[in-house]
């Protein structure tokens, strides 16, 4: 079993910063893909950016290019997303997400963690 915790969200202000953590616990044997996507009130969930285990291929959604920076620690199983200059239409429910393996021999698996709110308000 394979256990993710989000943290990191909140209340902030327009052009305002926040980090998210997503640590990953339980039993993994490797994390190949980490990532954060966004869901808005009425909206579909959209994917926001992901990094892959070796961290030499990132991707960022156009409108999270040049603001945010995803990068992950291994050693925790751990995934950040530092968002800078935020904007009122950042507001969302921020899921972490990993494809791992849990043992040498099995299959990739996918999880989601449970979310965490982003309001970006003045």
């Known amino acids: 079993q394979v256990q993710l915790v989000e943290s990191g969200g909140g209340l902030v202000q327009p052009g305002g910063s926040l980090r998210l953590s997503c640590a990953a616990s339980?039993?993994?044997?490797?994390?190949?893909?980490m990532g954060w996507y966004r869901q808005a009130p009425g909206k579909q969930r959209e994917l926001v950016a992901a990094?892959?285990?070796?961290?030499?291929?990132?991707y960022y959604a156009d409108s999270a290019k040049g603001r945010f920076t995803i990068s992950r620690d291994n050693a925790k199983n751990t995934v950040y997303l530092q968002m800078n200059s935020l904007k009122p239409e950042d507001t969302a429910v921020y899921y972490c997400?990993?494809?791992?393996?849990?043992?040498?021999?099995?299959?990739?698996?996918?999880?989601w963690g449970k979310g965490t709110l982003v309001t970006v308000s003045s």
């Open positions: 997400k990993v494809v791992v393996r849990t043992t040498a021999a099995g299959n990739d698996m996918e999880y």
């Open positions: 339980g039993s993994i044997f490797s994390i190949y893909v």
């Open positions: 990094i892959t285990s070796s961290g030499s291929t990132n």
